[in-house]
Each structure stands twice: as C-alpha cells, then as structure tokens.
C-alpha cells in the first residue's frame, strides 16, 4: 500500500498519463456491398450485359451513396446506356436505340455526347420507314434533344449537322437548314463537317459559304463563354 498510494495519487491528480486507446474502425456494410455492386456491374458491362449491369447500379444507388459517389453510379449508368445505345444503332435497331440513349440522358442530363445521340437515334428511327405520325413525333423529339446538345455544346458539329436533316425531315422553311450547316462551316471551317455542309448546300441549290449578315434561327443557342 505504502509504494502504490503515491502513483494512485499521481494519477488521480493528473500527474500521470492513461495509455491512448485507438478505436478500431467500425466496417460499413452498406459501403462494402455498394463497392461490390459497382464490380459486379463492370464485370457484367464488360460481358456486354448492360442491362443486368443497370440493375445492379440502381441496387448500389439504394446503399445510401454520398453525393460523389451518387454522381460517379449515375454517370456508370449513362456510359453503360450509351455503350448498349451505339450497340443498336449498328445494328439499326433504332427504337430499342433511342431507349436505351434516353435512359442515359436520365442518368446525366447534362451530357451533351448523350443528348446528341439520343436526337440522332430519333432522326434515325423517324426516317426508318415509321407511319408519318410517329415519325412527326420523333423528328420533334430529335430537335428537343439535339437543340439541348448544342445548348450545352455550342460547338458540337455533328449535333447542328443533325438539326439540319431534322429541319428538312420536318419540311421546316429551307433558312431553317441553310443556316445550321452555315453555322458548322462558321465554327469549323475546313473541318469535314464543314466539307459535308457545303456539299449538302450546294446539292439544295443555295447559297455557300453565309453572307455576313445570316443568323441562327431562333431556338439555336448563341454560344455561351466557358
């Protein structure tokens, strides 16, 4: 008692010090099985199984993801969507195309590439032999999400290039065309979007290259500074 009474005292008044205990981190389950859905969805999508893939991600997407995290699966889901997109589109399967782009523009609406390709498919599927009141509807379509493209893109050439189709399928006033491939060939002239413009204007018989005085249409976007 005699030696241990004056260390107890020590310690009671601060004069000593408790050894550091390290916590031990706890596991999250739910971040260990979103990790693994994520695998498990690359190795599907790799397979080409985009649609098993998908499901897999919007199982990761209910593990309560941070906001980061939540963004990266969503983009997954979009590339996936695209990559089985440009599947049907080689094939010419045009509806189930425009479907799938549609499902990656819900993923990521702010994917210019992916609006691009969602508008092209509906051009494509309007000028594929459809009853003309479907494909009034999906050359109206095709101009929302190609216009949305060029809004986020402003020079996206492939994307005016498509409107310019889009205008003439619609039977749109010949300005409406003339003036997207114009403004291809004033963004990018000498570029091959620019070559195919002049010659797609030539062959209407009209004016190339712009007179200095041609604006956009109305529903065009102006570019926007970065």
């Known amino acids: 008692v005699y ?57 990761a997407l209910g593990t309560s993801p941070s ?8 983009g997954k889901i979009g590339e996936f969507r695209s990559q089985e997109g440009t599947k049907y589109l080689d094939q010419r399967k045009y509806t189930e195309a425009a479907q799938v782009f549609a499902q990656a523009v819900e993923a990521d609406p702010k994917n210019a590439e992916w609006q691009f390709w969602l508008g092209r498919a509906l051009l494509l599927k309007g000028s594929s032999g459809e009853s003309r009141t479907i494909a009034k509807e999906d050359f109206l379509h095709a101009k929302v999400a190609l216009e949305k493209a060029i809004e986020m893109d402003p020079n996206l050439l ?37 070559v195919t413009a002049i010659k797609d204007l030539k062959g209407m018989g009209m004016q190339t290259p712009p007179p200095a005085s041609s604006s956009p249409p109305s529903k065009t976007p102006s570019p926007r500074n970065p």
């Open 158 to 194: 492939r994307a005016y290039q498509s409107l310019a189709q889009t205008s003439i399928k619609m039977n749109e006033p010949p300005d409406s065309a003339k003036t997207y491939y114009w403004q291809i060939i004033q963004r990018a002239p000498g570029s091959p979007e620019a």
């Open 67 to 74: 906001d980061p995290e939540r963004e990266a699966i969503q």
């Open 3 to 59: 030696f241990l009474a004056p260390n107890l005292s020590r310690l009671a008044l601060g004069g000593g010090h408790a050894p550091a205990v390290t916590a031990t981190p706890t596991p999250d389950p739910l971040s260990e099985r979103r990790n693994d859905l994520v695998k498990e969805a690359d190795t599907l999508a790799l397979a080409g199984k985009y649609d098993e893939a998908s499901v897999k991600l919007a199982e």
